[in-house]
Structure formats: structure tokens, C-alpha cells
């Protein structure tokens, strides 16, 4: 009867150790205010559209490990060539922290681009700029 038990402790034990490891890595993108607040910028991890993200808002996304490019772009056709890319081999169990930026000159179009932050600047601006509700 015992031996049961501790069976039965063990298979359980192991259930919840599997569950606390994630298989998936998590993901916070992060769009600080701009000069054009009212347009949401269509974020993409590869090909997949993540979130519309608004202006002073984040997102979180949990993704497969493995090699990502995230790349932002206003709305339209997803471009083949976007104006860059930030490439990442994600972990599972990970968080990573993404800027979504978008970099202006006198008389030009912007350009858009991605930084990776790290975890401690990455939690400031997510306490700082709210949840954006639409992604989810």
C-alpha cells in the first residue's frame, strides 16, 4: 500500500514539474510613443501577424522555440522585404523583451526596426505602457 502511494506521489510530482517548465517562450512587444500615434504598427514574427500595436502599448505572446524574425510595418501587404529585421532563437521557458521602433527623418519616410531589450528595461516599460487588449 505504501509503495502506492509513493507511486502515485511520484507520477504526480512529475505532472506538475512538467507543467511549471513552458514548453514555449514568451514574447512582450513594446511600442513606446511616437510621432504618429493614432496608426497601430502590424508586428510579424516571420510571416504570422502578432499584434496592431497602439501607440504607449505591449503585447505578450507566447511563441515556439526555435529561429524567429520579427519585423514591423504599417498596415498593407505583408512586405517581402521589410525595412529590417530582428532575428532571435528563442528558448523555451524564456522571455524576451522586443522595442517595436520606427526611426524618422526631415522629409522622408520612416523606417521601422526592432531591438531586443534586456529583462530589466524590458519590465520598466511594460509597468510603464499598457496592455494592448487587441492582440489578444
Known amino acids: 500500500m505504501k509503495l502506492i ?7 504526480f510530482g512529475s505532472i506538475l514539474s512538467a507543467k511549471a517548465q513552458s514548453p514555449k517562450a514568451t514574447v512582450y ?9 493614432y496608426v ?16 504607449g502599448r505591449h503585447s ?13 510595418q504599417y498596415k498593407g501587404k505583408l512586405k517581402t522585404t521589410p525595412d529590417s529585421v530582428l532575428q532571435l532563437t528563442l528558448e523555451a521557458g524564456r522571455t524576451y523583451y522586443i522595442s517595436v521602433n520606427l526611426a524618422t527623418k526631415a522629409f ?13 528595461d524590458g519590465k520598466k516599460r511594460i509597468e510603464v505602457y499598457a496592455l494592448d487588449k487587441k492582440c489578444l
Open 29 to 37: 512587444l513594446v511600442r513606446s510613443p511616437g510621432p504618429d500615434r
Open 108 to 120: 522622408s519616410r520612416g523606417t521601422f526596426y526592432c531591438e531586443q531589450l534586456s529583462e530589466a
Open 5 to 11: 502511494g509513493i507511486l502515485i506521489g511520484f507520477v
Open 40 to 55: 497601430p504598427y502590424f508586428t510579424y514574427d516571420d510571416t504570422v501577424l502578432l499584434c496592431k500595436l497602439g501607440d
Open 60 to 72: 505578450v505572446h507566447e511563441v515556439e522555440p526555435g529561429e524567429h524574425k520579427f519585423h514591423a
